[in-house]
């Protein structure tokens, strides 16, 4: 396992850097100059447009600037400086502005993925009744329902005319204003908290089903277990004395999340249903059934469990995914992430910080991948760690 | 009995296309009622019958509505001009104007049929390019395996990790002009080359083990000939379900592009919303006052989202028997 | 017991909370479109500038300013005029033995940093010498301020006098050397110290962090979370607080701090009063909150989140609609300072044929764009001077096409072309003011026929109003037999068409617009169509050369007395209306939203708007 886990992060290392150095490329080759800016105030003289080009290093021939750039980025981590913020470096916006993006959508995406697999559980049940073309119908509909218009659609409709959840932007100034907080320190402390409690989880989860036998025992405790996670994130957040801006930022995700999730549930819970309707042929539900067990057991025990599986390789390749579709979500929600630095950065030809967060956006992916192959190797016994067994898809 | 000989041999006799033909039908028909019990299917297959008909009309409406009104210049996509109505652009359904104008006076309806047939030219050619290229991959992958599958999957690996959406809004300010055509075959590559290679990669590697493949290597076809004739028809089923949900991507794409300000393109149901919203008629309460501004457009890329997509379900129960009924 | 401490812990909160909300005295809300990018002044007014940094930056003094509505030149730090304006022949030379130019400026006594310590000629100096000895690294709006080229030295004569010794008579030196930001001596002198020794200096200063800018402004540096606001609070010890300006129909200006200084330019102040201007400022706080797209900001308005937003380039006409007789907010419209056009590569034929040239002016109707497809919200422009710039502005340049019918303008379009020596294959018929046959194919006087010809726009996404503009010029000058093709696209992709770097730019025509720097003095004028102008040495892009023009804009430039000046001025104007090197198409006006339940202005019509004014946040008054 460990050998197979160091193959693959050097064969990640390969492709960062080839995917980095074709990024950079497709940015060179364009237009993009980031002087233009100043072209269009007359009292700027033309000259300070060529010693500002010479700053930003842009008169150097291509592949030297492209032989440092590489250098900078994996010998010192160095992407650079941005050329619209000159010379703060790339990396500086990157870490500010990475925990706000992976907060919102991380968040929305368990949330779609919890929707999506308890109604195709539902669903998978009830082939052919009317739930089940409802369900599918609203799902396919809001999946393939334009974004940025539903988006619109819908933060008119809470934040305006029900007025229960903030316009845009992440914070309330007003709340944050002279306490000297950074939004910052919050959003990384939102992503510990929330990584410890799905650590938490997780450990209460496997050690319940190792050691106890009894059904009805173990759920209580998996339920005991969320709940006290819960409790125990709410106490927590409150005592330190962030707890009021946590609330705001929650508050702020409010709507970006229902759009998301709105958006989203239905590609999770279709496969869910696909997934289950698949092992609910398979054999050994067959006979379960014959030997009476209830339909519900069935369903939760024995289909649900082999369905995860996709479901949990889907739920972690899609978060690149939805990285993806951060620029448009970001825009309408003046969510400032990585997808707004990105767009920010092609309109005003600042391709070192276009490069840099494209990479960041890769590198995600691909962390994203390995993960998934990880777990889906874990989950699955059938498989081995050898090449052609993982290309499975 | 012998008559029973005969017809058979007669049978025999004929040549393989009729052979090929007649069993094409029969599969045809076979598929076509599970397609039909897929509910979805049948649904998507209307709706995009709909708009292709819509796309279709787009000339005839022109021509009547220019006719009906004396003005035949107020029914153009992007230079048009509605002088008839007294009021102030936009403006809310008339009887020459069935769905308003838009902020420059433009008839929407005309825009609207006009962009029809643009987003399936898109659609289309992304579509097919892509999966064209993907199904050749994949079957080229799965025939030779070894080192060229490697590497193949290792392209598809490359080309998955592109972050789909900000590629294309890179490629935007790099393409001198970004035109629609461009956008198509720009996807069609980025789609080509990635995640499909390996979805049907796996399509043929089923077909691969078929005892009809071993056959034909041993009657002496050749490698070129058993992938292109062989191996691929039969993975197409595959292909044409991956094709569906390609074109729903790539209308999709175009459409946030669009609104995103990142396009060339003159005219695009992307395109009407993104005049409707730059220019300030999507905020707040206007969002009912105006509500012909993008209702219109933002329904015309759902539904033919949907169409396709709901067309590729429907497929994908042909494909996939063991999501049918019982 | 502890049910009811909890009870009461939680109320406590609550109510903090809540207190700490409605004690917001007197603050300011601006709504901002994109964030600052720096807090360093260095970058920020340099190659990081944008408007947005402007808006938010109150903190930096100069010399000499502008009123606000009027844009005349007034002094601010200094007291009084310079001594010599223009400045006279100085007895010191150059190294080489050049002659050399100086005027003296004296400063106020007790005008003091934000710190406590008083802003004197040594900071003065140090700005200017830092600025010069990093022009290359600061770049932008820095260099457009000091001019390297005709600025040589400055030097403290006393702690409360500086005189300035520059290579040119140039009217640069008031309008922009003067102009000029300063900074603390104090603050900066060692990082600049440590900049010069490091590898690359410029790359040290612009990247130094700068917590707390230093300010001697109306407002100091609050806080700043980034992408989400940025807080101003006034500035308590500013010495021209309180400071009354009075604007005279005459042209006179007083102004006067009460207890401090009185003084009066420009005339005596008596008869009819523009407007009294008192500065604050008036606000406690000036919250800047960051919005990304403008539905927001607007939604943002309505709700009251914001009190005004600030957006260079207004309101869209469906943004202005929206918020049209909502109560409590109220519209102002003004023009901006700056314009759309068209123009023409005058280096290839036939764009350096005037009749050419004339011709696609008159087919270009931009009533019919204007008024009726943009209903409005572009109004047309054929003067190079905004009208609103109601002091230099020539009312009467000749206006090419105006008010002519289509048929019309095609048989004029005609006339001139066949003057010319153009000819068509079909050539375009017009009866009764109708067009009967549409024009195909134009033969050059050269005989060759004309080559499909690019024009080149910002596309929809970017720019609607000259993407339509576009469009309908295309349609036109084919239906008239010129062979063009507009392409739309981005702005990068245009800038780097018409600005190429180092070398002459080979396009055929293109759409853009300028932003005209300072209205006070138009020498863009010379900027853009003097022929020794000409790109890639400066930002003469269309490579017009013309004796004519080239002697009136030399005239213009050189003349220091305003009224002669002003005559220049408006010769330049005719010359260019008539000859066409641009044709300006439209200026679409400036549309701005407030909340007028809560914020008051003094005055709401200037050029560029409320927001085109240094003074409007010292201004503004909050009222409850």
């Known amino acids: 396992m460990a050998k197979y886990i160091a193959k693959r992060l050097v064969q990640i290392l390969l492709v960062v850097f080839l995917y980095a150095s074709i990024v950079y490329f497709i940015f060179y080759l364009g237009p993009a100059d980031p002087t233009a800016r100043f072209i269009g105030n007359p009292d700027i003289p033309p000259e300070a447009r060529q010693k500002l080009a010479e700053q930003f290093g842009l008169n150097k021939p291509p592949h030297l600037q492209w032989l440092n750039y590489m250098r900078n980025m994996f010998i010192e981590f160095d992407l650079g400086r941005s050329l619209s913020s000159y010379p703060r470096p790339v990396w500086d916006f990157i870490i500010t502005r990475w925990p706000r993006t992976i907060v919102l959508f991380v968040s929305a995406i368990l949330i779609?993925?919890?929707?999506?697999?308890?109604?195709?559980?539902?669903?998978?049940?009830?082939?052919?009744?009317?739930?089940?073309?409802?369900?599918?119908?609203?799902?396919?509909?809001?999946?393939?329902?334009?974004?940025?218009?539903?988006?619109?659609?819908?933060?008119?409709?809470?934040?305006?005319?029900?007025?229960?959840?903030?316009?845009?932007?992440?914070?309330?100034?007003?709340?944050?204003?002279?306490?000297?907080?950074?939004?910052?320190?919050?959003?990384?402390?939102?992503?510990?908290?929330?990584?410890?409690?799905?650590?938490?989880?997780?450990?209460?989860?496997y050690l319940t089903k190792k050691f106890v036998v009894d059904r009805v025992l173990a759920r209580i405790i998996k339920y005991s277990a969320a709940g006290v996670t819960l409790i125990g994130l709410i106490v927590g957040w409150l005592i330190s004395g962030f707890g009021t801006f946590v609330g705001d930022i929650l508050w702020h995700m409010g709507v970006p999340i229902i759009t998301l999730a709105t958006i989203q549930f239905g590609g999770s819970m279709l496969l869910m249903r696909d997934s289950m309707l698949e092992t609910i042929k398979e054999d050994y539900i067959t006979t379960a059934r014959a030997k009476g067990i209830s339909d519900k057991q069935v369903r939760d025990k024995h289909a649900a469990r082999t369905a995860l599986l996709p479901l949990v390789t889907s739920f972690i390749l899609a978060i690149p995914t939805a990285l993806d579709g951060a620029m448009v979500i970001e825009i309408v929600f003046s969510w400032p992430g990585i997808g707004l630095t990105f767009l920010r950065a092609i309109n005003t030809g600042d391709y070192p910080l276009a490069v840099g967060s494209y990479t960041f956006f890769g590198l995600i992916a691909i962390t994203a991948h390995l993960v998934a192959d990880i777990i889906y190797s874990f989950l699955d016994p059938r498989i081995s760690y050898e090449e052609g067994a993982m290309k499975s898809g | 009995m012998d008559n029973e000989k005969k017809r058979d041999f007669e049978e025999l006799q004929q040549p393989l296309w009729r052979v090929r033909l007649r069993l094409f039908r029969k599969s045809f028909r076979e598929n076509w009622s599970i397609f039909k019990g897929s509910v979805l299917g049948p649904i998507g297959l209307g709706i995009v019958i709909f708009f292709a008909i819509f796309a279709i009309f787009y000339p005839f409406y022109v021509n009547i509505m220019g006719s009906v009104s004396g003005r035949p210049s107020m029914y153009e996509p992007v230079t048009g001009f509605a002088f008839d109505i007294a009021g102030t652009h936009p403006h809310s359904p008339t009887l020459h104007h069935p769905l308003g104008t838009d902020p420059l006076g433009r008839d929407i309806l005309t825009q609207l049929m006009f962009s029809a047939s643009n987003e399936f030219i898109l659609g289309l050619v992304a579509a097919v390019g892509g999966i064209f290229i993907a199904t050749t991959l994949g079957a080229i992958s799965a025939y030779y395996g070894g080192l060229v599958d490697t590497a193949l999957m290792r392209v598809a690996d490359i080309f998955m990790v592109f972050p789909f959406v900000a590629t294309i809004a890179a490629l935007s300010q790099v393409v001198y002009e970004m035109t629609l055509f461009r956008l198509a075959l720009i996807i069609a590559v980025l789609s080509g080359f990635g995640g499909n290679v390996i979805m049907l990669k796996s399509g043929a590697l089923q077909v691969k083990v078929k005892p009809y493949?071993?056959?034909?290597?041993?009657?002496?076809?050749?490698?070129?000939?058993?992938?292109?004739?062989?191996?691929?028809?039969?993975?197409?089923?595959?292909?044409?379900?991956?094709?569906?949900?390609?074109?729903?991507?790539?209308?999709?794409?175009?459409?946030?592009?669009?609104?995103?300000?990142?396009?060339?393109?003159?005219?695009?149901?992307?395109?009407?919303?993104?005049?409707?919203?730059?220019?300030?008629?999507?905020?707040?309460?206007?969002?009912?006052?105006?509500?012909?501004?993008?209702?219109?457009?933002?329904?015309?890329?759902?539904?033919?989202?949907?169409?396709?997509?709901?067309?590729?379900?429907?497929?994908?129960?042909?494909?996939?028997?063991?999501?049918?009924?019982? | 017991m502890k049910k009811k401490l909890a009870v009461i812990g939680i109320l406590a909160v609550i109510l903090i909370f809540t207190a700490s909300l409605a004690g917001q005295a007197k603050t300011y809300k601006i709504g901002l479109l994109d964030d600052i990018t720096t807090l360093n002044l260095w970058a920020g007014i340099g190659p990081d500038s944008t408007t947005y940094n402007f808006a938010v930056y109150n903190y930096w003094p100069t010399l000499y300013s502008l009123t606000d509505k009027t844009f005349q030149f007034v002094p601010y730090v200094a007291d009084g005029m310079p001594s010599d304006l223009p400045p006279v022949k100085s007895e010191e030379t150059t190294e080489e033995g050049d002659p050399l130019w100086e005027s003296t400026v004296k400063l106020h006594e007790n005008y003091m940093w934000q710190d406590g310590t008083e802003l004197t000629a040594e900071d003065v100096v140090f700005s200017y010498h830092t600025v010069q000895e990093f022009s290359d690294s600061l770049g932008g709006n820095w260099v457009a301020d000091l001019v390297p080229s005709i600025f040589y030295d400055v030097e403290a004569i006393d702690s409360h006098t500086v005189k300035f010794y520059i290579t040119e008579k140039s009217a640069k030196f008031k309008w922009g050397i003067l102009m000029m930001g300063l900074v603390q001596k104090a603050k900066w002198e060692h990082i600049v110290e440590e900049a010069k020794q490091q590898e690359n200096p410029g790359k040290y200063l612009l990247n130094y962090d700068v917590k707390q800018p230093m300010s001697a402004d109306p407002f100091v540096f609050g806080e700043r979370q980034e992408g989400a606001f940025i807080t101003n609070k006034k500035n308590e010890d500013w010495y021209l607080e309180g400071q009354e300006t009075t604007l005279y129909e005459n042209g006179a200006v007083l102004d006067k701090v009460p207890g401090k200084y009185e003084a009066t330019y420009y005339g005596e102040p008596e008869g009819d009063v523009i407007v009294d201007l008192k500065y604050g400022p008036h606000v406690d706080e000036v919250l800047f909150k960051v919005y990304k797209n403008m539905s927001a900001a607007v939604l943002a308005l309505q709700k009251g989140d914001i009190d005004f937003i600030h957006n260079p380039n207004g309101l869209e006409k469906g943004f202005a609609d929206q918020l049209r007789g909502k109560e409590g907010i109220t519209l102002v419209e003004n023009q901006?300072?700056?314009?759309?056009?068209?123009?023409?590569?005058?280096?290839?034929?036939?764009?350096?044929?005037?009749?050419?040239?004339?011709?696609?002016?008159?087919?270009?109707?931009?009533?019919?764009?204007?008024?009726?497809?943009?209903?409005?919200?572009?109004?047309?422009?054929?003067?190079?001077?905004?009208?609103?710039?109601?002091?230099?502005y020539n009312p009467d340049v000749p206006k090419i096409g105006k008010g002519m019918e289509r048929g019309a303008r095609?048989?004029?379009?005609?006339?001139?072309?066949?003057?010319?020596?153009?000819?068509?294959?079909?050539?375009?018929?017009?009866?009764?003011?109708?067009?009967?046959?549409?024009g195909e194919g134009l033969i050059l006087p050269s005989g060759d026929k004309m080559e499909q010809q690019t024009l080149l726009a910002p596309s929809a996404g970017y720019d609607p109003m000259r993407a339509t503009f576009a469009i309908w010029i295309e349609r036109w000058l084919n239906e008239a037999g010129?062979?063009?093709?507009?392409?739309?696209?981005?702005?990068?992709?245009?800038?780097?068409?018409?600005?190429?770097?180092?070398?002459?730019?080979?396009?055929?025509?293109?759409?853009?617009?300028?932003?005209?720097?300072?209205?006070?003095?138009?020498?863009?004028?010379?900027?853009?169509?003097?022929?020794?102008?000409?790109?890639?040495?400066?930002?003469n892009t269309t490579g017009y050369s013309s004796e004519r023009f080239d002697e009136a804009a030399e005239k213009f430039v050189g003349e220091w007395d305003l009224n002669q000046a002003k005559e220049y001025a408006y010769t330049c104007q005719e010359i260019l209306a008539e000859e066409v090197p641009y044709v300006v198409l439209f200026y679409s006006p400036l549309t701005e939203a407030y909340r007028s339940g809560r914020v008051e202005f003094q005055f709401d019509q200037a050029l560029d708007g409320l927001q085109g004014g240094y003074g409007y946040q010292s201004l503004t008054m909050v009222i409850e």
């Open chain 1, 112 to 205: 779609s993925y919890y929707l999506g697999f308890s109604l195709g559980k539902f669903i998978a049940w009830r082939r052919g009744q009317l739930s089940d073309y409802l369900a599918t119908i609203t799902g396919v509909s809001l999946w393939t329902v334009f974004t940025p218009w539903w988006a619109l659609l819908l933060i008119w409709f809470f934040s305006f005319r029900l007025g229960i959840f903030p316009i845009n932007q992440f914070l309330t100034p007003e709340l944050w204003s002279g306490t000297g907080v950074d939004s910052q320190s919050i959003f990384i402390y939102m992503i510990l908290s929330g990584l410890l409690a799905s650590f938490f989880l997780f450990l209460a989860y």
């Open chain 2, 213 to 326: 493949i071993e056959a034909a290597k041993v009657a002496g076809g050749s490698n070129l000939y058993i992938i292109f004739s062989h191996i691929i028809p039969n993975v197409l089923p595959l292909s044409f379900l991956y094709m569906m949900f390609a074109v729903t991507g790539a209308i999709f794409t175009e459409a946030t592009l669009a609104f995103l300000g990142l396009l060339d393109v003159r005219m695009s149901w992307g395109i009407m919303i993104q005049t409707a919203n730059d220019a300030g008629y999507l905020v707040g309460s206007r969002l009912g006052t105006f509500w012909y501004l993008w209702i219109p457009a933002g329904l015309a890329i759902t539904f033919l989202c949907a169409g396709f997509y709901f067309i590729g379900r429907g497929l994908n129960e042909v494909v996939n028997p063991k999501l049918r009924e019982r």
């Open chain 3, 336 to 392: 901006p300072n700056g314009w759309r056009y068209m123009t023409f590569n005058a280096r290839k034929t036939p764009y350096d044929i005037i009749n050419f040239r004339k011709a696609v002016a008159n087919l270009i109707d931009k009533e019919f764009v204007t008024q009726t497809v943009l209903q409005g919200v572009a109004q047309p422009q054929y003067s190079v001077i905004p009208p609103a710039n109601t002091f230099w």
């Open chain 3, 410 to 438: 095609i048989a004029r379009a005609v006339e001139l072309l066949k003057e010319a020596g153009f000819s068509w294959e079909k050539e375009p018929v017009v009866e009764d003011g109708e067009l009967t046959q549409a």
């Open chain 3, 482 to 539: 010129i062979p063009v093709r507009a392409k739309l696209t981005g702005f990068n992709t245009i800038v780097q068409e018409v600005f190429p770097s180092g070398e002459a730019p080979t396009f055929d025509m293109y759409i853009l617009g300028w932003g005209l720097g300072n209205p006070a003095f138009p020498d863009f004028m010379y900027d853009f169509w003097h022929s020794s102008t000409s790109h890639p040495k400066g930002f």
